[in-house]
């Protein structure tokens, strides 16, 4: 009996342990029941597919209302000192989509997909991607739901949004209550992840052999390599571009203040407070950090627009697509669009994964199973790119408010000159 309860209490403090643990156990469980069984590890492959199919189910709708709600409830009269950083977030997010695409050509990936089938047709350059997209563009916006055209869905959503900021107040209140409830059937389903996982983890490697192992451990390098490359690399240039000298003292202090707190609460929005008390005793202006850190946790995507490209790029590289130049190009912009929609909750940039596979003509029982291999793999990935995304958000903002003061201060000494002569 005491044995029974000791278990029950264990499995009470699991379930209500971090998620990060429970993929841990998930993904631990599933290699396990692989390596013993792999009669029992196919069955359990039902899990995985009910995780799966709930992903497919939930997502169109999530792009849909969060994109409505975001435009709709967008307040004009933005501080005009804060469009320098919101430059700064947006060129970040797009370089790192443009980084994670060269990387992806020097360093192919391949995924282990359960299932896909033969007859996709890919596009065969950037003239059909573009047909392909206007198409998308003017389909029925209930048929995209259905059949999760997310590039149908997203201009549907952005249309419906502008419109919407005519409405009344109370209207676009009720947008926002829909977007957090769907956010919420989110959370659930993103519960169930570390069930899900279990069931994908077993049945894969019971039916392909642990060599999957393998390329999940190089899908993961690659994804960490494309983030450190724009912590250390990218983004210091940006801000050497501003502040016009060596950046690192600041990037290394914003990352141990702000990515190191990041990377282990996983959550942007939850490291704002961090952040905003970061810019307090950097002394910067407050009324630009007031408005320009909460913008951030929302834009400033470098690290899910590295996600969604490498992912897509190694689904169209197992499908057998060929990308051109005009392509890979059109997928950063793309991909970096998708990254700032993204969702604030855990493995919200995989959600927008889909957005982009629909370029290639992926159909979206491939491009969700693309999404479960980045729950598996998720643990690390997500934290390092929370940790980039929410470091580059007082970091910007830091170099902007510097710029502005060098340029202040650079004005005081020539006005003075100018009234003399």
């Known amino acids: 009996m005491s044995k029974i309860n000791s278990a029950c209490t264990l499995l009470q403090r699991l379930l209500k342990g971090s998620l990060v643990t429970q993929i841990m156990i998930g993904l631990l469980a ?83 997909l359960t299932s896909f089938s033969k007859d996709i047709i890919p596009p065969s350059g950037i003239l059909e991607v573009l047909r392909g997209l206007l198409m998308s563009m003017v389909s029925n916006p209930i048929d995209a739901l259905m059949k999760a055209n997310y590039i149908g869905i997203l201009v549907w959503a952005i249309g419906l949004g502008f419109a919407f900021r005519h409405s009344s107040a109370s209207t676009r209140t009720f947008l926002h209550d829909a977007s957090e409830a769907v956010t919420h059937l989110v959370r659930i389903v993103i519960r169930f992840a570390p069930i899900g996982i279990f069931g994908l983890v077993g049945s894969i490697l019971a039916s392909t052999g642990f060599d999957a192992l393998w390329d999940y451990a190089h899908l993961l390098g690659l994804l960490l390599g494309c983030m450190l490359l724009m912590a250390l690399v990218f983004n210091p240039l940006l801000v050497w571009w501003q502040i016009r000298r060596n950046p690192y003292p600041l990037v290394f202090t914003c990352l141990r203040e702000s990515g190191v707190t990041a990377f282990f609460t996983r959550s942007s929005a939850a490291n704002i407070p961090v952040n905003m008390a970061l810019a307090k005793k950097l002394n910067l202006d407050e009324d630009t950090y007031s408005v320009s850190i909460p913008v951030g946790a929302n834009i400033s995507m470098a690290g899910a627009s590295i996600t969604i490209t490498v992912l897509t790029l190694a689904a169209v590289n197992t499908l057998g697509i060929h990308v051109d130049v005009g392509t890979a190009l059109l997928l950063s912009l793309v991909a970096s669009i998708c990254a700032c929609g993204a969702s604030g909750v855990a493995g919200g940039s995989l959600l927008l994964i889909p957005v982009a596979c629909n370029m290639f003509g992926i159909p979206n029982e491939v491009a969700m199973q693309v999404v479960a291999v980045g ?47």
């Open 375 to 421: 729950f598996i793999i998720g643990v690390l990935q997500d934290s390092a790119e929370t940790a980039l995304n929410s470091s580059a958000d007082i970091l910007f903002t830091a170099a902007a408010c510097m710029a502005a003061e060098r340029r202040a201060e650079q004005l005081a000494v020539t006005q003075p000159q100018h009234s003399k002569s």
């Open 30 to 112: 599933g290699i396990a029941l692989a390596w013993f069984s792999k009669s029992n590890a196919l069955a359990v492959g039902l899990l995985g597919e009910l995780f799966v199919s709930a992903l497919k189910a939930v997502a169109p709708l999530l792009v849909m209302v969060l994109v409505i709600s975001s435009i709709a409830g967008h307040q004009q009269g933005t501080k005009t000192s804060v469009r320098p950083i919101v430059m700064l977030y947006l060129l970040s997010t797009f370089f790192a989509a443009v980084v994670a695409v060269v990387a992806s050509h020097i360093l192919p990936q391949n995924l282990t």
